[in-house]
């Protein structure tokens, strides 16, 4: 349920993904047939496709009769694998918060923190003569599990470690009462992102299977394993994951219409010990328990009858495997330059073409990801102007007048579900530019201890971990608080929210080519305002549709108008 269940933030460690409105892309040329396959279509977002001698009508191709220019002149070169309107505008808006990063006059206590994080990783001194100290205690703890009962031990007492179980835990409202926040339990990300490429590897998850062992091996020998030693780890790890993802729901099956009813099981926490004897579910969900959550949504339970199969003394060496990887992969990026190469090498790999971040990239990257809200807040306040907020606000409401009129026209529909969907849309909660309630994400537990006094990258990121883990404990245990955003103001992008009938327009794509205040009407409706209409439609598409008025997966129409708009989607 992955797709579903996504917060919406970019935290590296914790929890990744967030979709909106789909940019147009320019793709390397080995990805889709060229021009030269149809005479009548050109693939127009693909780098060499469109030149200055191509020739089109508008009633034949809009896009590319408007776009030549840009089409034609748009650099792809350093490595660039895909450039739009978004990336364009993301670039912008990283050189605004890198301003900020910088300047020493900031004095707040999101600019203390984030300020603090981004040159330690800057310091590439000081971490080059660390090198993989910091993460050997890390696969000592590891390497000292000799039983099964060390594993559950290690696993349910994780507080000072980094690889958890083979398992994913997700915070966010419940599909069926969006009022109240619960748990759900699911099957952990893949290295192959599809769980159908375990089963028939593609071409593309061929290349990352390649890459995703290069990197893991290389980080193993780095930490002192040999290359033999390396590579039956990463043998075991990827046999592990392949058992798993046998049983689990691949994308394919995660986009079919009704995906989220199927995964719906409420489960209490005797239900899932009685489902789990073998793996220590309980213990993982121990301090969910002990702040009052007692609901649980098991999302897959084969996936959670083969975690129990395989949890077992003979698998304990495959195990191990698994958790070094959980270990290396993310924090090969917070050690030496030698260890930041081979995750250029990594993304090449993948890519296709020569990739390369520099130390300043990802310092940027990693800031702004791990400290989302307080770079957020920093943006927010230095940006977006109430003014802005305030007429991007009104120009939304004028796009749902429009499209309440047309709900209002749409003659197959019937006059019961006609009605439930306008009061749908007139239910929409709107969000613009940032959160009026700042205090909701309130960063003052984190201490990141001076490189003085022994610490470094990795002892901050324990810090922002436990940080995030109290969050998602105290958030699971309450009510939803519609004032709390799940997208950082920096966001460059747009998106409905489902679970409560939300449009959330983040403060960064209220500049560049997106929104000028001096623009006409004409000009930011055909920019920003088409952005907010495509945004609002997802609330009555295929999967928004499942959903009510308060963010409910519920049924609200009729037998007929349902079988109308299956025909016509």
């Not at 205090?439 to 003085?452: A, G, M, Q, R, T």
Request: some cysteine; glycine content about 4%.
């Amino acid at each position: 349920m992955k797709k579903a269940l996504a917060l919406l933030l970019a935290m590296v460690l914790f929890l990744v993904s967030a979709c909106g409105t789909k940019p147009q892309e320019t793709a390397t040329p080995e990805q889709t047939p060229s021009a030269e396959a149809s005479k009548d279509w050109i693939v127009a977002d693909i780098a060499g496709n469109v030149t200055a001698q191509t020739s089109v009508k508008e009633t034949d191709d809009f896009h590319v009769a408007v776009n030549k220019d840009w089409l034609t002149s748009v650099d792809m070169s350093g490595g660039t694998v895909q450039v739009s309107s978004f990336t364009e505008r993301a670039e912008e808006v990283k050189e605004e918060i890198l301003a900020l990063l910088r300047d020493s006059s900031q004095t707040s206590t999101e600019a203390k923190l984030t300020q603090q994080f981004y040159n330690t990783y800057l310091d590439m001194k000081t971490r080059n003569a660390l090198g993989m100290e910091p993460v050997k205690p890390l696969i000592e703890d590891i390497e000292n599990i000799k039983t099964l009962e060390d594993l559950t031990d290690y696993l349910v007492n994780n507080k000072d470690k980094m690889a958890s179980a083979p398992m994913s835990i997700t915070v966010m409202a419940d599909l069926k009462d969006s009022r109240h926040n619960t748990v759900y339990i699911d099957a952990p990300e893949f290295a192959l992102g599809d769980a159908d490429e375990y089963t028939q590897l593609t071409a593309v998850g061929e290349r990352k299977k390649a890459a995703e062992s290069t990197l893991f091996q290389k980080l193993l020998q780095r930490a002192g394993y040999t290359q033999e030693e390396a590579q039956k780890i990463d043998e075991l790890a990827f046999s592990l994951e392949t058992s798993l993802a046998s049983v689990c729901d691949g994308q394919t099956e995660q986009n079919e219409p009704g995906y989220n009813e199927k995964v719906y099981h409420p489960v209490s926490l005797q239900e899932l010990e009685e489902e789990s004897p073998a793996f220590p579910i309980a213990g993982l969900l121990k301090d969910y328990t002990e702040a009052g959550v007692d609901r649980f949504i098991l999302c897959q339970p084969d996936w959670l009858s083969k975690v129990n199969e395989l949890y077992t003394e003979e698998n304990l060496e495959a195990l191990k495997a698994y958790m070094l990887k959980g270990t290396l992969e993310p924090l090969g990026a917070f050690l030496d330059q030698e260890c930041l190469s081979l995750y250029n090498e990594y993304t090449s790999a993948i890519a296709g073409t020569e990739v390369t971040e520099t130390v300043e990239d990802m310092a940027y990257t990693y800031t702004n990801s791990l400290l989302d809200m307080a770079v957020g807040k920093m943006y927010a306040e230095a940006y977006v102007s109430p003014e802005t907020k305030k007429n991007v606000e009104d120009m939304i409401a004028d796009v749902v007048a429009v499209y309440r009129k047309r709900l209002e026209n749409t003659e197959w529909l019937s006059e019961e579900t006609r009605q439930k969907a306008i009061e749908k849309l007139d239910n929409l909660t709107v969000r613009v530019g940032y959160p009026e309630d700042w205090s909701l994400y309130d960063y003052s537990d984190i201490s990141f201890v001076p490189k003085e006094e022994g610490g470094n990258l990795l002892t901050y990121l324990m810090s922002i971990r436990d940080h995030s883990a109290k969050h998602k404990v105290a958030q699971a245990a309450s009510e939803v608080d519609s004032n709390l955003w799940l997208v950082s103001p920096q966001t460059v992008n747009a998106f409905y929210r489902m679970t409560d009938n939300s449009i959330n327009v983040p403060a960064a794509i209220l500049g560049g080519v997106f929104y000028d205040p001096e623009a006409s009407e004409a000009e930011q409706m055909g920019s920003l305002g088409m952005i907010i209409g495509h945004e609002i439609t997802h609330g009555f598409d295929s999967n928004g549709s499942q959903y009510d008025k308060d963010g409910n997966l519920s049924n609200w129409w009729t037998e007929e108008d349902r079988a109308a708009f299956n025909e016509r989607t």
